[in-house]
């Protein structure tokens, strides 16, 4: 069973579409993370919820939202895709309360947008 | 604000030798330390957390090891196989703060 999952892996669309990427934790984590990973590789921070609640706010643009409707599972919705989204998305999650526990990583959305 | 270093960017070995990848941060008040791996195209794997109180971390042929005061961690490969070779990055953070992850090391193990 893979302990965290995003779906879909690989998704290709045009500037101004709206899309969701998926994610679902099975380890019976608290606290789960998005991050992105741009064409330079560097790993930042976009969210993190922990029990439901938004505890981490990076300085990201409004079109990012991030949707828990329980605790094992986090989605990411992008309104008004732009150029400059592309990247690969990555999920996490960890055990205790926000970044006091080891990380485990989905195995990443790659966002192509067009 | 932390910054996360790896030196060096990539490193190519033959298969057999025992290698050194280096992480070093610039505020030494962190809580964790852990080092990914991560094969192209695939999410990051967890090798080793070390906890700001401990010094070092062992898993089969990884030893990981901590020296806050200085801002650096090493992660040891011994026996290095072909299997090895992906993408080695840190990541610190401060209690309750975000994980700040390196650039990442390019391991290549040469059969």
């Known amino acids: 069973d893979t302990a965290v999952s995003q779906t879909p892996k690989y998704l290709v669309t045009q500037m101004g579409n709206d899309k969701s990427i998926k994610c679902e934790q099975n380890?019976?984590?608290?606290?789960m993370y998005w991050y992105k990973q741009d064409s330079k590789k560097f790993l930042k921070i976009m969210f993190s919820?922990?029990?439901?609640?938004?505890?981490i706010n990076e300085t990201v643009p409004n079109r990012f939202s991030p949707k828990s409707p329980d605790k094992a599972h986090l989605n990411l919705h992008i309104n008004s895709l732009e150029l400059g989204d592309s990247a690969v998305y990555f999920c996490?999650?960890?055990?205790?309360?926000?970044?006091?526990?080891?990380?485990?990583f989905g195995e990443g959305s790659r966002l192509t947008v067009l | 604000k932390q910054e996360v270093t790896q030196i060096p960017a990539a490193l190519s070995v033959p298969e057999g030798e025992n290698l050194v990848l280096n992480c070093s941060f610039t505020d030494s008040a962190i809580y964790n330390l852990q080092w990914f791996r991560q094969d192209p195209g695939k999410g990051l794997t967890s090798l080793l957390l070390?906890?700001?109180?401990?010094r070092e971390q062992t898993s089969g042929r990884l030893n990981a090891s901590l020296d806050k005061s200085s801002g650096r961690s090493t992660l040891y490969i011994a026996a290095s196989q072909p299997g090895d070779s992906a993408t080695y990055l840190c990541a610190v953070n401060g209690y309750g703060q975000n994980f700040v992850f390196g650039p990442g090391t390019r391991l290549s193990v040469l059969p």
């Open positions: 380890l019976g984590h608290d606290t």
């Open positions: 070390i906890q700001s109180s401990q």
């Open positions: 919820y922990n029990n439901k609640e938004l505890i």
């Open positions: 996490a999650s960890s055990l205790r309360q926000a970044n006091t526990g080891e990380l485990f």
